[in-house]
């Protein structure tokens, strides 16, 4: 059975300093991996995505995303964080293109300045 | 293009009441989902609809009915709330693309 697990609720950055959110899932077949943001009081918005193609992913905001087969991880990194970035942020998983996701519990990223 | 659209935005109920939560999409999706979100609990799925006249059950189905309408509309009704109801609903669709899109929401108290 597919699961994701996202180690840590919460993180704290300041401005400036480089975000780091951990990810790591259980898949019995080469997975589909997804990072959404969600901003206070809204829905959710997908940062970027993994579908077999290169293993390092680019997505919005200046985000992005390594596929780790080994360590089968999917960890979420962006250079230099800012305000804006304080959100919500969701992994999810699914092992077929078109089917449901599985998601994590959350990381909360705050943000000080 | 809206994309994916809720009613309503917000909701309280009484235990036993009975509503329904709509949503629409207008990207010609052929699968559409219902999720909730609790705090600490990321989103769970209820059900699901992988195309117009079938749905299916997801991981907390209990306490709720779906209706796949048509292609573009995906309902989700709660018969009896209960204050175990009460969470952030969250409507969603895809064709055959891998990323889901999301709705706003519907935030609904049960008291």
């Known amino acids: 059975a597919q699961s994701v697990t996202q180690l840590g609720s919460h993180v704290s950055v300041s401005e400036g300093a480089l975000v780091l959110l951990r990810c790591n899932y259980s898949s019995s077949v080469p997975p589909y991996l997804f990072w959404y943001v969600q901003y206070p009081n809204q829905g959710l918005q997908l940062l970027l995505k993994y579908t077999s193609a290169a293993t390092l992913v680019k997505g919005i905001n200046g985000f992005e995303a390594e596929f780790k087969k080994s360590e089968t991880s999917f960890h979420l990194t962006k250079p230099s964080a800012h305000m804006s970035d304080a959100a919500e942020y969701f992994c999810?998983?699914?092992?077929?293109?078109?089917?449901?996701?599985?998601f994590g519990k959350g990381t909360t990223l705050s943000v000080s300045s | 293009n809206a994309g994916v659209t809720q009613t309503p935005k917000f909701q309280v109920l009484k235990t036993g009441q009975s509503m329904t939560l709509q949503c629409a999409q207008d990207?010609?999706?052929?699968?559409m989902y219902w999720y909730r979100q609790d705090p600490g609990m990321g989103l769970r799925l209820i059900y699901y609809?992988?195309?117009?006249?079938?749905?299916d059950k997801g991981e907390v189905p209990n306490g709720y009915n779906v209706s796949r309408l048509n292609k573009r509309e995906f309902s989700l009704r709660l018969e009896s709330a209960a204050p175990s109801q009460t969470s952030v609903y969250f409507c969603?669709?895809?064709?055959?693309?891998?990323?889901?899109?999301f709705g706003p929401g519907t935030r609904l108290t049960v008291t």
């Open positions: 999810a998983v699914s092992e077929q293109a078109g089917t449901a996701l599985i």
């Open positions: 990207m010609n999706h052929n699968s």
């Open positions: 969603a669709s895809h064709r055959d693309s891998y990323e889901q899109y």
């Open positions: 609809s992988a195309s117009e006249g079938t749905t």
